[in-house]
């Protein structure tokens, strides 16, 4: 019978614990950019903002020299450079501005009635991602949350 060792050359998602070692991962490499403050990092999102355009070619060039060394590959196609305004996680992202994504609530309002208490989970749930946006969230949402503990 013949053994091999195998090694990993991608992350493997389907492993339990595999996002948070990826997190753990990049807050490692990027550490010195985040306790700078000019760089968030989320799983595989790297949002890099700066005041002045020479500053953020800059800053692109620090990230990517980063890359190379440890083997990270980027999807450049997936990536935007320059922006003012940029789409991460759900939210318009804009200089110190975190506004609402709006064609993620025109699917949360285009949602059907829910008919059984697995789609009010599921309508609630999607909802509540926007929940600080929205200063009523739980006075307009208490008799639906209400319904579900009663089990109806």
Do not use: C
């Amino acid at each position: 019978m013949h053994m091999s060792i195998y090694e990993y050359t991608r992350m493997p998602f389907g492993i339990k614990n595999a996002p948070a070692h990826f997190q753990r991962m990049m807050d490692t490499i990027f550490q010195e950019e985040v306790l700078k403050g000019w760089v968030v990092v989320y799983i595989d999102d790297i949002i890099l903002y700066s005041e002045r355009w020479e500053d953020h070619v800059h800053y692109i060039d620090r990230l990517l020299s980063k890359f190379t060394p440890i083997n990270l590959e980027i999807a450049l196609k997936k990536y935007n450079f320059g922006q003012q305004e940029s789409l991460a996680l759900g939210h318009i992202v804009s200089g110190l501005i975190l506004a609402i994504d709006h064609n993620k609530v025109a699917a949360v309002l285009l949602k059907p009635v829910p008919k059984n208490i697995k789609e009010m989970k599921f309508l609630l749930g999607l909802a509540s991602y926007y929940i600080k946006y929205i200063k009523t969230f739980g006075h307009i949402t208490s008799s639906l949350y209400k319904i579900l503990s009663q089990g109806l």
